[in-house]
């Protein structure tokens, strides 16, 4: 079975970075469905991790910034790289501990879409920089005029 990601995919477009769920950021999920499943609930608990693990999507192409969550019900927001202003990393004490955190994409005209719990944030933004300066390189130049 296709990533969201993959499916999403245009004509000479393709992925440079994927960015995935923390395991450590879910790890309020997994302590506690450790400790509750001889009552059931924590299987509840473990299994809404794994989904919540499995069906956040995040990656960089030559064209955009692409983010999916969600099993059932999907959530996405697509950006094109040269329309994206910001690229924010928040990341508490345990994050830094942990290599995990919060990126926050900043569109020109849309929104802040923040994606929480990400594995190896800082690597994230670095290869969505290094993507986004290749294709404002790209892009043909604007007729200067006085």
């Given at each position: 079975?296709?990533t969201?990601?993959?499916q999403a995919?245009t004509?000479?477009e393709?992925?440079?970075?994927?960015?995935?769920?923390?395991?450590?950021?879910?790890?309020?999920?997994?302590?506690f469905?450790a400790?509750?499943?001889?009552?059931?609930?924590?299987?509840v608990l473990?299994?809404?991790?794994?989904?919540?693990?499995r069906s956040t999507?995040?990656a960089?192409?030559?064209?955009r910034?692409?983010?999916k969550?969600g099993f059932?019900q999907?959530d996405?927001?697509?950006?094109?790289i040269?329309?994206v202003e910001?690229?924010?990393v928040?990341?508490g004490?345990?994050?830094?501990?942990?290599?995990?955190?919060?990126?926050v994409?900043?569109?020109?005209?849309?929104p802040?879409a923040?994606?929480?719990?990400?594995?190896?944030?800082?690597?994230?933004?670095r290869?969505?920089?290094?993507?986004?300066?290749?294709?404002l390189?790209d892009?043909?130049?604007?007729?200067a005029?006085?």
């Amino acid at each position: 079975m296709s990533t969201y990601v993959e499916q999403a995919l245009t004509r000479g477009e393709s992925v440079l970075h994927l960015g995935r769920t923390s395991w450590w950021s879910l790890s309020g999920y997994l302590f506690f469905g450790a400790i509750l499943a001889p009552l059931g609930v924590g299987l509840v608990l473990l299994v809404m991790a794994w989904v919540k693990q499995r069906s956040t999507e995040l990656a960089v192409t030559n064209k955009r910034v692409i983010t999916k969550f969600g099993f059932i019900q999907r959530d996405t927001v697509e950006l094109n790289i040269q329309k994206v202003e910001s690229v924010q990393v928040q990341q508490g004490i345990l994050g830094r501990m942990l290599d995990f955190g919060t990126i926050v994409i900043a569109g020109g005209g849309n929104p802040q879409a923040p994606v929480p719990g990400i594995r190896d944030p800082m690597g994230f933004r670095r290869a969505f920089l290094e993507a986004q300066e290749i294709a404002l390189k790209d892009r043909p130049a604007m007729d200067a005029r006085p």
